[in-house]
């Protein structure tokens, strides 16, 4: 109030409440790749994280898909000299899956992948499809670029300043060497645990075969991840078979040029086989002779529709072309079940015993007794379980972090529901930055802590049957301060919440009685 000199009437407003807690976003998914283009109105925007709501928001700034122009295949005979080599090497991200020859009428085929596995755009389609919304994404190269540790860690480095996003995802980590995925993943979860509000949800390398194939790639998972952070991050087995991309998207273009000959070999042992007479042997034979030719998607695109329509060779060849694009790591999945989970439950609710879209089977299918050494193993190292279940679907069936011998950060709900109270918390108090470190400031700053924990309780979050039970928050000498404290400076908060627990186990007792 100003100096009482002129007499008059003066007017004081005084605050009748506290300064309040705002909540922060909880599922904002932070994704690193490669995109086909990084650039909006001219301005670069690789290596720069950018907010998007919607894939129509990814379109505009990171461009499209890579398949028509930079996924390709090598398509041979199983018999052949040479065939399927390239998927030769163990090391190789998805080598086990090239290697497996597929029937194409009489003749055992093999398809190899070659180039670089960009795998962001179709993460994209599953976050969505799964339930996300609002995310980040950074771009560390174009399709034109190799896929590389340093370009990824170097993007995780770019989120340090972004404050809003809690859940990190990185799908093309697992199309890296097993060695270099691992430094990438041990990178994400350290990168969490240091910025504190923020969880990474990992992929299992070559998460797609079976545990009984040596070497196990669970067991060289959790052997391959060295970390003190344990607590921030979760894991997943096994790889989905998506309905992502269909059939009809893959083309001739997606063969290189010696595989195209193998094709055109095939489709004209079918037109004989098929018994058709001569001209409409003449008539494919014209369309069959285009497969060498044809150079750019838009003409492959009626080339495509062509074949599709007569041969059955063909049709083969494109359902299984989107079958091994189809076979996709379940993170960019989880990140949007995570967000569904959250909108509907809130964030203290697991994101388990949860249907997982656009998915149709499990790379690997788990027994009870498989899921038991996933769930609860000698090093600590949980990792989480997708199931199918007759009549129910594909769904998933844990919820721990990787530090699951911890009974404090054991479950994935525990631990983001801890980092939205701190954040939450951390953020409102930088409102009392250089107030006076007395009781005033303190009962505020109590009062303040204490109406967010209790909407948080009222709404699920905290259990206990009274608040009293569910929270307390202690601020003040004698409860969490000293005297030396106040005289350095500093305010300590104490603040105890007692965050729900799922229900992992549920134990049924029957037991008979006598007639009555």
């Not at 002129?6 to 004081?12: D, E, L, N």
């Amino acid at each position: 109030m100003k100096n009482l000199v002129t007499p008059g009437v003066y007017i004081a407003e005084k605050s009748a409440f506290p300064n309040t807690v705002v909540e922060p976003a909880t599922a904002v998914t932070a994704f690193i790749g490669w995109t086909e283009r990084a650039e909006y109105n001219g301005n670069s925007l690789r290596g720069k994280p950018m907010r998007l709501s919607s894939l129509a928001d990814f379109h505009a700034y990171f461009g499209g898909s890579p398949i028509a122009e930079h996924v390709r295949f090598t398509f041979s005979l199983a018999e052949s000299a040479g065939a399927g080599n390239a998927a030769g090497e163990t090391n190789s991200p998805l080598a086990r899956r090239d290697s497996t020859p597929f029937a194409v009428r009489a003749d055992r085929c093999r398809l190899v992948q070659t180039g670089e596995k960009y795998g962001l755009y179709l993460a994209m389609l599953q976050f969505f499809a799964n339930g996300g919304s609002d995310c980040y994404v950074v771009s560390v190269g174009s399709f034109m670029e190799a896929i590389t540790a340093d370009a990824i860690i170097a993007g995780i480095d770019a989120l340090e300043t972004e404050p809003e996003p809690t859940i990190l995802v990185v799908p093309e980590a697992v199309m890296l060497p097993q060695e270099a995925c691992y430094r990438v993943q041990q990178s994400m979860l350290s990168h969490c645990a240091a910025i504190q509000n923020r969880i990474a949800i990992l992929d299992v390398w070559d998460g797609y075969r079976e545990r009984s194939d040596a070497p196990d790639v669970v067991s060289e998972f959790r052997n391959g991840i060295v970390s003190e952070a344990l607590s921030y991050g979760a894991a997943y087995f096994p790889w989905l078979h998506t309905q992502t991309i269909s059939p009809a998207q893959m083309s001739v273009i997606n063969l290189d040029t010696q595989s195209r000959s193998v094709l055109v070999t095939l489709l004209r042992a079918e037109i004989v086989a098929s018994g058709a007479d001569e001209s409409q042997r003449a008539l494919k034979e014209t369309v069959i002779m285009e497969v060498l030719t044809v150079a750019d998607a838009a003409s492959a695109a009626q080339l495509d529709k062509a074949l599709s329509s007569f041969s059955a060779v063909f049709n083969t060849l494109r359902t299984e072309m989107a079958r091994r694009l189809n076979l996709l790591p379940p993170s960019a999945s989880m990140a949007g079940v995570y967000a569904q989970v959250d909108s509907v439950r809130g964030v203290w609710a697991a994101p388990a015993n949860v249907g997982v879209e656009n998915a149709v089977a499990l790379a690997v299918e788990t027994s009870d007794e498989g899921q038991a050494d996933l769930n609860v193993s000698v090093d600590g190292k949980s990792v989480n379980a997708i199931r199918n279940f007759p009549g129910r679907g594909v769904l998933v069936w844990g919820a721990r972090t990787l530090d699951g011998n911890s009974l404090d950060w054991r479950h994935i709900n525990v631990r983001r529901t801890c980092n939205m109270i701190k954040q939450a918390i951390a953020t409102a108090m930088a409102s009392l930055a250089y107030e006076p470190n007395d009781p005033t400031t303190w009962n505020s700053a109590k009062s303040m802590i204490a109406n967010y924990l209790q909407s948080v309780w009222v709404r699920g979050g905290l259990a206990g049957a009274t608040a009293a039970d569910a929270f307390e928050v202690n601020i003040g000498i004698g409860s969490s301060m000293t005297a030396d404290d106040v005289a350095s400076g500093v305010m300590r908060a104490v603040v105890q919440v007692s965050v729900t627990r799922p229900a992992e186990y549920i134990v049924l007792t029957v037991s008979q009685q006598l007639q009555t």
